[in-house]
C-alpha cells in the first residue's frame, strides 16, 4: 500500500513540475519582454493564475522602461502641423488618439 501512495505522489509531483514547465513556457513565449532567466528567478509556488499576471506585469514594466513616452511635441518645431489651442480641439485632438 505505501508503494502505491509512493507512486502516486511521485506521479503528482512530475504532472505539478510538468504544469510549471508549460506554464513557464507559455509566459515566455507571450510576452515580449519576458525571458526564460526571469521566469525561472519567479517563486516556486507561484499559481498558474498568478504567474501570468506577474509575467505580465513584468513586460508592461519592461515595455515602459525600454520605450519611454515623449515628453511632448515641444512646439517649437516649425514643421509641425498647427493644432487648435481650444478646448474644443484639445478635445477632438484626445478623442482621435
Known sequence: MRELEAERD???????????????????SRYRYVTAEIVQALPEGLAGGHLDAVARAINQAMHAALNPTSVGRGGLTPNEERRAATWDGLFRAAANR
Open 10 to 28: 511521485r506521479r503528482g509531483s512530475e504532472r505539478a513540475q510538468q504544469a510549471r514547465s508549460e506554464a513557464l513556457d507559455a509566459a515566455v
